[in-house]
Nanobody, 116 residues
Framework: QVQLVESGGGLVQTGGSLRLSCEPL????????MGWYRQAPGKQRELVAF???????NNADAVKGRISISRDNANNTLYLQMDSLKPEDTAVYYC??????????WGQGTQVTVPS
Protein backbone atom coordinates (compact mmCIF):
# COMPACT_ATOMS: atom_id res chain seq x y z
CA GLN A 1 0.00 0.00 0.00
CA VAL A 2 1.27 3.47 -0.93
CA GLN A 3 -0.22 6.67 0.38
CA LEU A 4 0.70 9.75 -1.64
CA VAL A 5 0.42 13.20 -0.07
CA GLU A 6 0.58 16.30 -2.24
CA SER A 7 1.38 19.80 -1.06
CA GLY A 8 2.28 23.18 -2.49
CA GLY A 9 -0.89 24.16 -4.28
CA GLY A 10 -2.54 27.52 -3.86
CA LEU A 11 -3.65 30.70 -5.53
CA VAL A 12 -1.12 32.50 -7.70
CA GLN A 13 -1.41 35.36 -10.18
CA THR A 14 -0.83 34.94 -13.89
CA GLY A 15 2.87 34.64 -14.58
CA GLY A 16 3.63 33.38 -11.10
CA SER A 17 5.24 30.16 -9.93
CA LEU A 18 4.41 27.24 -7.68
CA ARG A 19 6.29 24.14 -6.59
CA LEU A 20 4.25 21.06 -5.87
CA SER A 21 5.54 18.18 -3.80
CA CYS A 22 4.36 14.61 -3.45
CA GLU A 23 5.57 12.45 -0.60
CA PRO A 24 4.78 8.75 -0.28
CA LEU A 25 4.03 7.70 3.26
CA UNK A 26 4.70 4.32 4.79
CA UNK A 27 5.91 2.48 1.74
CA UNK A 28 8.70 0.05 1.04
CA UNK A 29 7.70 -0.29 -2.60
CA UNK A 30 9.96 0.77 -5.41
CA UNK A 31 8.13 3.48 -7.32
CA UNK A 32 9.07 2.83 -10.92
CA UNK A 33 7.35 5.84 -12.47
CA MET A 34 5.89 8.92 -10.82
CA GLY A 35 3.90 11.66 -12.40
CA TRP A 36 1.55 14.59 -12.14
CA TYR A 37 -1.93 14.76 -13.62
CA ARG A 38 -4.47 17.53 -13.43
CA GLN A 39 -8.20 17.86 -13.73
CA ALA A 40 -9.94 21.13 -14.42
CA PRO A 41 -13.66 21.59 -13.71
CA GLY A 42 -15.75 19.83 -16.32
CA LYS A 43 -12.73 18.24 -17.99
CA GLN A 44 -11.07 14.87 -17.96
CA ARG A 45 -7.94 14.21 -15.95
CA GLU A 46 -4.87 14.75 -18.11
CA LEU A 47 -1.17 14.04 -17.86
CA VAL A 48 1.08 16.95 -16.96
CA ALA A 49 4.42 15.14 -16.74
CA PHE A 50 6.00 11.92 -15.58
CA UNK A 51 9.47 10.79 -14.60
CA UNK A 52 10.97 7.33 -14.40
CA UNK A 53 13.26 6.11 -11.70
CA UNK A 54 16.30 6.66 -13.93
CA UNK A 55 15.27 10.27 -14.55
CA UNK A 56 13.68 10.11 -17.99
CA UNK A 57 10.87 12.63 -18.29
CA ASN A 58 7.92 13.39 -20.51
CA ASN A 59 5.97 16.65 -20.38
CA ALA A 60 2.60 17.44 -21.91
CA ASP A 61 2.64 19.92 -24.79
CA ALA A 62 0.42 22.34 -22.87
CA VAL A 63 3.10 22.87 -20.22
CA LYS A 64 6.35 22.36 -22.12
CA GLY A 65 8.88 25.05 -21.35
CA ARG A 66 7.00 26.12 -18.23
CA ILE A 67 7.35 23.12 -15.93
CA SER A 68 10.07 20.91 -14.55
CA ILE A 69 9.45 17.54 -12.96
CA SER A 70 12.00 15.97 -10.65
CA ARG A 71 12.26 13.30 -7.99
CA ASP A 72 14.43 12.36 -5.07
CA ASN A 73 14.89 8.61 -5.26
CA ALA A 74 16.29 8.44 -1.75
CA ASN A 75 12.86 9.17 -0.30
CA ASN A 76 10.66 8.82 -3.40
CA THR A 77 9.57 12.45 -3.18
CA LEU A 78 8.26 13.96 -6.40
CA TYR A 79 8.32 17.64 -7.34
CA LEU A 80 6.73 19.80 -9.99
CA GLN A 81 8.08 23.30 -10.55
CA MET A 82 5.58 25.39 -12.49
CA ASP A 83 6.48 28.81 -13.88
CA SER A 84 4.68 31.37 -16.04
CA LEU A 85 1.35 30.07 -14.80
CA LYS A 86 -1.77 30.81 -16.81
CA PRO A 87 -5.48 30.76 -15.93
CA GLU A 88 -5.83 27.58 -17.97
CA ASP A 89 -3.46 25.86 -15.53
CA THR A 90 -6.20 26.08 -12.90
CA ALA A 91 -6.99 22.53 -11.82
CA VAL A 92 -6.62 19.95 -9.10
CA TYR A 93 -3.18 18.42 -9.48
CA TYR A 94 -2.79 14.74 -8.62
CA CYS A 95 0.33 12.78 -7.87
CA UNK A 96 0.56 9.33 -9.44
CA UNK A 97 2.94 6.46 -8.77
CA UNK A 98 3.41 3.05 -10.35
CA UNK A 99 5.23 0.41 -8.34
CA UNK A 100 7.65 -2.21 -9.61
CA UNK A 101 4.66 -4.60 -9.72
CA UNK A 102 2.61 -2.30 -11.93
CA UNK A 103 0.22 -1.18 -9.19
CA UNK A 104 -1.00 2.39 -9.61
CA UNK A 105 -1.61 4.77 -6.73
CA TRP A 106 -3.07 8.28 -6.62
CA GLY A 107 -2.87 11.11 -4.17
CA GLN A 108 -5.86 13.13 -3.01
CA GLY A 109 -4.91 16.16 -5.09
CA THR A 110 -3.91 19.74 -4.45
CA GLN A 111 -5.73 22.76 -5.89
CA VAL A 112 -3.90 25.23 -8.11
CA THR A 113 -5.81 28.39 -8.98
CA VAL A 114 -4.65 31.07 -11.39
CA PRO A 115 -7.33 33.78 -11.62
CA SER A 116 -8.10 35.25 -15.02
Amino acid sequence: QVQLVESGGGLVQTGGSLRLSCEPLKTSSVLRTMGWYRQAPGKQRELVAFITRDGSTNNADAVKGRISISRDNANNTLYLQMDSLKPEDTAVYYCNAITQFGIVYWGQGTQVTVPS
